[in-house]
């Protein structure tokens, strides 16, 4: 065990790539935990857990290697870490990621980027972009390549994973307008891109009222056209809440590529204001 721990330091050390879970090449095994969540999320999810306790930091950038094979399907998840210097930007963090279905072939790699700080999350932990599959497809296995910056040392990686494909309303494509309106445009609302979901989930917390002065307007980071975008409002919901440890969405309104606005945090005075979201903390009420 002494002569793998020491292979690995040394991989760290001249910036080559070394696979966790690879058999009989004189590597170190890292299995991850593995904790099915459907019961609790009440719709498909898993959550694996890395351990890295005698990982080396690097005086160079390093590149860390780890994969899962799911026992539930997922359309999409983020990735959670800690290091030994929690005062790192996230965005000098990140990765390749692919996907596929059982046996199937693997899908183009999407590249990554650390996204929120550890005292950003109630977690305490790192997290990555939402990464979704393609098409918003279900897929049962993953691998990613993380990118560490010099110096730093991994000890904890999370990878939380949900399907949440879901039947949701039929319902009328806005499409963006030209010129200028001064009606309220059609908002979906909650219920409506939530689908069959577990309703419970979407109300039970209670929001802050704001005044509204200014907005803040700013890009997923998810796929331009997809199939459907509230699935992918849906994965972003799971993401903050089940991810990050937030109460609910952290956006207020999120737009997807035809125009149409979705309902974003909780708010039960949508008519006449606004609420304070998680996204931009403080930013949002001033």
Not at 62 to 90: E, H
Not at 106 to 134: M, Q, R
Not at 175 to 197: D, F, H, V
Not at 207 to 236: M, W
Request: hydrophobic share 40%.
């Amino acid at each position: 065990m002494t002569r793998n721990r020491r292979l690995i330091s040394r991989c760290l050390f001249i910036n080559i790539v070394f696979c966790l879970p690879v058999v009989g090449q004189g590597f170190e095994t890292f299995t991850p935990a593995i904790a099915i969540q459907t019961e609790e999320r009440g719709y498909p999810s898993v959550v694996f857990e890395w351990t890295f306790p005698h990982l080396l930091a690097g005086p160079v950038t390093t590149r860390l290697s780890f994969a899962g094979s799911s026992p539930v399907d997922f359309t999409g998840f983020a990735i959670g870490w800690q290091t030994d210097n929690q005062s790192v930007p996230p965005d000098a963090f990140s990765f390749d990621i692919r996907s596929r279905a059982a046996g199937a072939e693997w899908s183009p790699l999407v590249h990554l980027h650390g996204y929120y700080a550890p005292e950003e999350s109630p977690s305490g932990l790192y997290w990555s972009n939402i990464f979704i599959t393609d098409a918003g497809e279900a897929h049962r296995e993953f691998e990613i390549l993380m990118h560490v910056p010099a110096g730093v040392r991994v000890t904890f990686a999370k990878v939380s994973a949900a399907d949440v494909r879901a039947p949701f309303q039929e319902r009328k494509t806005v499409g963006l307008q030209k010129g200028r309106s001064t009606e309220e445009p059609p908002i979906i609302t909650r219920a409506e891109w939530w689908g069959n979901l577990p309703p419970d989930k979407l109300s039970w917390n209670t929001p802050t009222q704001i005044t509204i002065t200014h907005g803040i307007i700013h890009h997923s980071v998810t796929s331009n056209s997809p199939a459907d975008p509230a699935q992918v409002v849906r994965q972003i919901w799971d993401w903050h809440v089940n991810g990050n440890g937030w109460m609910d969405i952290g956006y207020n309104f999120l737009v997807d590529h035809f125009g149409n606005i979705y309902q974003g945090r909780h708010n039960p005075w949508l008519s006449s204001t606004d609420v304070h979201g998680a996204h931009a903390g403080a930013a949002n009420s001033r």
